[in-house]
């Protein structure tokens, strides 16, 4: 009985001796070693293009400041004045549209003495407008007329397009030449050939030039017959792209 058993537990032993033996090849032929990517080699630049533009379209942004003893009083004034100087504006031309509102602030004044509390001088009033001038050779005029109508604050000037995207293409065009050709210069520099280009970002584009100062004084446009000479000058459109190029192994 005791040799039948040992010869069974024999014969068991060697079959799943010879079934691993099977298996263990087949593992070793499926396991492959980890190889790692190395990336493609490539060129990262950066361009831009720019190009001028003369300005079809103007910003003046301008202020009404009043003071009196009351706040009610101070806001009344202001009112009064900010109605003379919307009709001038109409009277120069500009559409109900191309003005709004920027602004408007009350605020107690007060005076300070050394070692003393300060003490309530009155309210100031102060409400700010913006315009839009479709019309170039109407922006010294308007300025004048606004001048005489009460502003006695005149923030400043912006010039701009009024549809930029003819110069902002333009501008993407000389962009990707200078890209393309700074490309073939590192390319030739390094003597590689480039196999295209992998991505393309764009940045800037077109942006209104920021308010320039513009001083006038009521005195000024009272007196003189002309306009206030204003010039329009030039705006710069710019676009920068960044290119990442593939080169060819």
């Known amino acids: 009985m005791k040799s039948a058993f040992k ?63 009351t706040a009610q009083e101070a806001m009344r004034d202001n009112a009064t004045r900010m109605t003379q100087v919307m009709a001038a504006l109409r009277r120069a031309g500009i559409a109900e549209r191309d003005v709004q509102t920027s602004g408007l602030n009350l605020s107690a004044q007060y005076d300070y003495v050394q070692n003393e509390p300060p003490k309530l001088r009155g309210y100031q009033a102060v409400n700010r407008v913006t315009v839009t001038i479709n019309d170039l050779t109407k922006v ?24 930029p995207t003819a110069a902002e293409d333009r501008a993407r065009q000389l962009a990707v030449r200078a890209l393309q050709a700074k490309a073939q210069l590192y390319a030739q520099a390094l003597n590689v050939q480039l196999a295209g280009i992998r991505n393309l970002s764009e940045g800037g584009g077109y942006s209104p030039a ?13 007196e003189s017959r002309d306009s206030t000479p204003v010039a329009a000058g030039e705006l710069t459109v710019r676009v920068d792209i960044t290119g990442v190029y593939d080169i060819a192994r």
Do not use: C, H, W
């Not at 190889?35 to 301008?62: C, H, R, W």
């Open 7 to 69: 010869s069974l537990m024999l014969g068991s032993a060697l079959t799943a001796a010879v079934a691993l033996s099977a298996v263990a090849p087949a593992m070793a032929q499926t396991v492959q070693p980890v190889q790692m990517m190395q990336p493609a080699p490539s060129l990262n630049l950066s361009a831009y293009g720019e190009v001028k533009a003369a300005p079809d379209m103007a910003t003046i942004s301008f202020g009404v400041q009043t003071e009196a003893a």
């Open 210 to 222: 920021p308010p320039q100062p513009m001083f006038a004084a009521r005195a000024m446009a009272m």
């Open 140 to 163: 010294g005029t308007t300025a004048d007329a606004v001048v005489s109508a009460g502003v006695n604050q005149i923030d400043g000037i912006s010039f701009g397009l009024k549809d």
